[in-house]
């Protein structure tokens, strides 16, 4: 039988930890955490690349003595456990099999389970019954034969490991090693020797140390079900378990994250990148003046394709010392790949109808949307539509601007998953459909049955060609220009020197070889 073994971390860091045959796995994770500084509740052990059960005891697990152990972080995602709580002989009277069972997290807490099933609002029974705060009366010796009622602690028998001491009971089913499946709780009863007042009062002094422990920064399941034991706990000061109300459910996983994520933070980082997908000029297209009226009477801007075949941006001046990465660039791509590398659990059911329901209703406050349409020789015409604006109506507006009316066209825009072709004679609204927010560009291509002549000349009708203007591209202010730039570009080039001539010390001590000065 294993007399000790070693549990190695993610960083290489070991940690010897004495067994015996009846030691439980979940005891050495909890001790090999602590010597790591970690939280047991998010790691697991696996040996030879296989997970440990860390709910059997060492007998059981087949490790041999010295094993070796892996520390993993666990999925941050609590499972599904079935719990069956068998219960005693008073306590077993009109249930089937004398047991209640129903699912929980896995990050529930013993406790929590206790008053669940006590209070009704688990196991399917409906009564409430009393297993966290019972008494049992005790007649003193006395001649005046008074008595006292005393406190009978519930006592949990998993896996032949007794469980009756509040900390213990304050266990989740996680630390246990219970992460799926089905586990099996027999309850019983033990009276203890403190008085029923008191030993409820230190239960209620338990739970306001064990929430102070956790704090306001405290995250995860497991401090959510102490808060709710402690809510819990005010109701069973009382000895009378029929005067107690039921308790607050377990947290769900979505309840976790509706406090840290904003659901309409997706859409709007979805609509700010399609905003930085095609940035505006710096003079707006929107310009009032000149005012023309296009089709359907809609105020429209014409801008004339550029006159030179090289871009503007590629015709800038640039410093070539900006593309070199830095130590800072390195750093940041470290951190980007080690948050990257962590497990990330995926978005509920609730949590995405949470989602679609805030991105619906920031559709629905939008009021216009300003669309780019361009052409293939690169005139564009901007003009806005109202929240009312179906896919049709952008079609006959863009069929008002042809020369050839009759050629079939389509039009395509960048959505948050990709390019999305704008479904022709649809009654889909732009905004609430489509989702077309703030600026928006629209491509506009031929389809297979356009003529060749359509191809080959300028698709928009010369009465708006000739109201065309240039895009006006201011350029940025800048004091220094290109001697700024050779200054900034030596400096680098000055840094660079300096750390090679720190590195210049020759070969270092640890790779000197025996012999040699």
Same mark, same amino acid.
């Given at each position: 039988?294993?007399?000790?073994?070693?549990?190695?971390?993610?960083?290489?860091?070991?940690?010897?930890?004495?067994?015996?045959?009846?030691?439980?796995?979940?005891?050495?994770?909890?001790?090999?955490?602590?010597?790591?500084?970690?939280?047991? /509740?998010?790691?697991?052990?696996?040996?030879?690349?296989?997970?440990?059960?860390?709910?059997?005891?060492?007998?059981?697990?087949?490790?041999?003595?010295?094993?070796?152990?892996?520390?993993?972080? $666990?999925?941050?995602?609590?499972?599904?456990? /079935?719990?069956?709580?068998?219960?005693?002989?008073?306590?077993?009277?009109?249930?089937?099999?004398?047991?209640?069972?129903?699912?929980?997290?896995?990050?529930?807490?013993?406790?929590?389970?206790?008053?669940?099933?006590?209070?009704?609002?688990?196991?399917?029974?409906?009564?409430?019954?009393?297993?966290?705060?019972?008494?049992?009366?005790?007649?003193?010796?006395?001649?005046?034969?008074?008595?006292?009622?005393?406190?009978?602690?519930?006592?949990?028998?998993?896996?032949?490991?007794?469980?009756?001491?509040?900390?213990?009971?304050?266990?989740?089913?996680?630390?246990?090693?219970?992460?799926?499946? /089905?586990?099996?709780?027999?309850?019983?009863?033990?009276?203890?020797?403190?008085?029923?007042?008191?030993?409820?009062?230190?239960?209620?002094?338990?739970?306001?140390?064990?929430?102070?422990?956790?704090?306001?920064?405290?995250?995860?399941?497991?401090?959510?079900?102490?808060?709710? /034991?402690?809510?819990?706990?005010?109701t069973s000061q009382s000895a009378i378990p029929e005067d107690a109300s039921g308790p607050q459910s377990p947290p769900e996983p979505a309840e976790l994250l509706s406090s840290s994520i904003d659901p309409s933070t997706t859409s709007s980082n979805t609509s700010e990148k399609r905003k930085a997908d095609y940035p505006p000029p710096v003079t707006s297209p929107s310009e009032p003046e000149p005012t023309i009226t296009g089709p359907n009477h809609r105020p429209i801007s014409v801008f004339a394709p550029p006159s030179n075949a090289t871009p503007h941006a590629a015709r800038q001046t640039y410093n070539e010392a900006d593309y070199e990465p830095t130590i800072d660039h390195a750093k940041l791509h470290q951190s980007r790949l080690s948050t990257d590398a962590?497990?990330?659990?995926?978005?509920?059911?609730?949590?995405?109808?949470?989602?679609?329901?805030?991105?619906?209703?920031?559709?629905?406050?939008?009021?216009?949307?300003?669309?780019?349409?361009?052409?293939?020789?690169?005139?564009?015409?901007?003009?806005?539509?109202?929240?009312?604006?179906?896919?049709?109506?952008?079609?006959?507006?863009?069929?008002?601007?042809?020369?050839?009316?009759?050629?079939?066209?389509?039009?395509?825009?960048?959505?948050?998953?990709?390019?999305?072709?704008?479904?022709?004679?649809?009654?889909?609204?732009?905004?609430?459909?489509?989702?077309?927010?703030?600026?928006?560009?629209?491509?506009?291509?031929?389809?297979?049955?356009?003529?060749?002549?359509?191809?080959?000349?300028?698709?928009?009708?010369?009465?708006?060609?000739?109201?065309?203007?240039?895009?006006?591209?201011?350029?940025?202010?800048?004091?220094?220009?290109?001697?700024?730039?050779?200054?900034?570009?030596?400096?680098?080039?000055?840094?660079?020197?300096?750390?090679?001539?720190?590195?210049?010390?020759?070969?270092?001590?640890?790779?000197? $070889?025996?012999?040699?000065?």
């Amino acid at each position: 039988m294993a007399s000790h073994v070693v549990v190695i971390d993610s960083t290489a860091r070991r940690a010897m930890v004495k067994t015996t045959p009846g030691k439980y796995l979940s005891d050495v994770l909890q001790e090999a955490c602590t010597k790591f500084g970690l939280n047991a /509740s998010q790691y697991g052990l696996k040996n030879n690349n296989k997970q440990v059960d860390i709910s059997r005891t060492i007998r059981l697990s087949g490790l041999s003595s010295g094993a070796k152990l892996e520390l993993v972080l $666990l999925s941050r995602s609590p499972s599904v456990v /079935s719990v069956a709580l068998q219960l005693p002989g008073t306590e077993a009277q009109d249930i089937p099999n004398g047991r209640l069972t129903d699912k929980f997290p896995s990050t529930t807490t013993l406790w929590l389970i206790l008053r669940k099933f006590e209070s009704g609002t688990a196991g399917g029974a409906g009564a409430t019954r009393n297993f966290t705060a019972r008494g049992a009366p005790q007649i003193s010796n006395s001649p005046t034969g008074a008595g006292r009622l005393y406190y009978e602690t519930p006592v949990l028998q998993v896996m032949g490991r007794e469980l009756s001491s509040f900390t213990d009971l304050q266990k989740t089913l996680a630390q246990l090693g219970f992460n799926s499946g /089905s586990i099996l709780l027999r309850l019983s009863f033990k009276t203890s020797e403190t008085p029923l007042e008191e030993a409820m009062g230190e239960i209620e002094q338990y739970f306001k140390t064990v929430q102070g422990e956790v704090g306001e920064g405290s995250r995860g399941a497991h401090a959510g079900s102490v808060a709710h /034991s402690e809510s819990m706990l005010e109701t069973s000061q009382s000895a009378i378990p029929e005067d107690a109300s039921g308790p607050q459910s377990p947290p769900e996983p979505a309840e976790l994250l509706s406090s840290s994520i904003d659901p309409s933070t997706t859409s709007s980082n979805t609509s700010e990148k399609r905003k930085a997908d095609y940035p505006p000029p710096v003079t707006s297209p929107s310009e009032p003046e000149p005012t023309i009226t296009g089709p359907n009477h809609r105020p429209i801007s014409v801008f004339a394709p550029p006159s030179n075949a090289t871009p503007h941006a590629a015709r800038q001046t640039y410093n070539e010392a900006d593309y070199e990465p830095t130590i800072d660039h390195a750093k940041l791509h470290q951190s980007r790949l080690s948050t990257d590398a962590r497990n990330k659990r995926l978005p509920t059911d609730a949590e995405l109808a949470a989602q679609q329901t805030a991105h619906a209703q920031k559709l629905a406050e939008v009021k216009e949307v300003e669309i780019k349409v361009r052409f293939p020789d690169q005139t564009q015409v901007v003009s806005k539509f109202s929240n009312v604006d179906t896919a049709g109506s952008l079609y006959d507006f863009v069929r008002g601007l042809l020369e050839n009316e009759n050629e079939p066209f389509s039009l395509s825009f960048s959505a948050a998953r990709g390019p999305r072709v704008v479904p022709k004679e649809s009654k889909d609204k732009l905004i609430g459909g489509l989702g077309m927010i703030g600026r928006v560009l629209v491509n506009f291509n031929w389809d297979e049955g356009a003529s060749a002549p359509a191809r080959l000349e300028s698709a928009v009708k010369e009465q708006w060609r000739q109201k065309a203007r240039e895009i006006e591209v201011r350029e940025p202010e800048s004091s220094g220009g290109v001697e700024e730039m050779e200054v900034v570009s030596e400096g680098k080039g000055k840094e660079k020197a300096e750390a090679k001539e720190k590195g210049k010390g020759g070969i270092p001590k640890w790779l000197k $070889l025996p012999g040699k000065k």
